[in-house]
T-cell receptor, first 111, second 113 residues
Framework: DGGITQSPKYLFRKEGQNVTLSCEQN?????MYWYRQDPGQGLRLIYY???????QKGDIAEGYSVSREKKESFPLTVTSAQKNPTAFYLC??????????FGPGTRLTVL | SQKIEQNSEALNIQEGKTATLTCNYT??????LQWYRQDPGRGPVFLLL?????KEKRKERLKVTFDTTLKQSLFHITASQPADSATYLC????????????FGTGTLLAVQP
């Protein structure tokens, strides 16, 4: 059963704490993406990766970091440098120049 | 500056009518345009893709048009149903770039029974 999964569904972060959001896909897609969505807003690209061991900054990369050590996995770390991290985070994957498949999302709240 | 605009106001229509959603863009030359559906608290789901050399694309009750001269795409849902109520997002491919998409802010569609 192919798909893309994200965990956890809900995440709470204290001030000054780093947290890592998981994203896994078994669709054999080369490209993976992280987006942030704020209430009433569209999706904004944080980071994307087109191939293992390579990734590029999106439009709002400051305060975030990623790794792509395996084709299936693209974890996102929200660092303490991200001053306003409360948002809905979406991971997606795709083959070249085609539609993107999204995970169910992680809702991050700062306490 | 580059901009993608979708109807910021929610669209309310009666069941059975045709819903028409608009996506306008400026300062882009996309090779293709995509439409997604997003339900509250969930990830977007892909609906349709239309390329720059295609004027129209259909899938069941859905129809998309793409006018590169007007820099506009229209998304139609015919015989709308309450189950079609959701937010609809348009997304543009950036020509010459990688697999990046730029998303609009979405239009909330509410179909009244």
């Amino acid at each position: 059963d192919g798909g893309i999964t994200q965990s956890p569904k809900y995440l709470f972060r204290k001030e000054g704490q780093n947290v890592t959001l998981s994203c896994e896909q078994n669709l054999n897609h080369d490209a993976m993406y992280w987006y942030r969505q704020d209430p009433g807003q569209g999706l904004r690209l944080i980071y994307y990766s087109q191939i293992v061991n390579d990734f590029q900054k999106g439009d709002i990369a400051e305060g975030y970091s990623v790794s792509r050590e395996k084709k299936e996995s693209f974890p996102l770390t929200v660092t303490s440098a991200q001053k306003n991290p409360t948002a809905f985070y979406l991971c997606a994957s795709s083959i070249a120049r085609a539609e993107q498949f999204f995970g169910p999302g992680t809702r991050l709240t700062v306490l | 500056s580059q901009k993608i605009e979708q109807n910021s106001e929610a669209l309310n229509i009666q069941e059975g009518k045709t819903a028409t959603l608009t996506c306008n863009y400026t300062n882009y030359s996309p090779a293709y345009l995509q439409w997604y559906r997003q339900d509250p608290g969930r990830g977007p789901v892909f609906l349709l893709l239309i390329r720059e050399n295609e004027k129209e694309k259909r899938k069941e009750r859905l129809k998309v048009t793409f006018d590169t001269t007007l820099k506009q795409s229209l998304f139609h849902i015919t015989a709308s149903q309450p189950a079609d109520s959701a937010t609809y997002l348009c997304a543009l491919d950036i020509r010459g770039a990688t697999n990046k998409l730029i998303f609009g802010t979405g239009t909330l569609l509410a179909v009244q029974p």
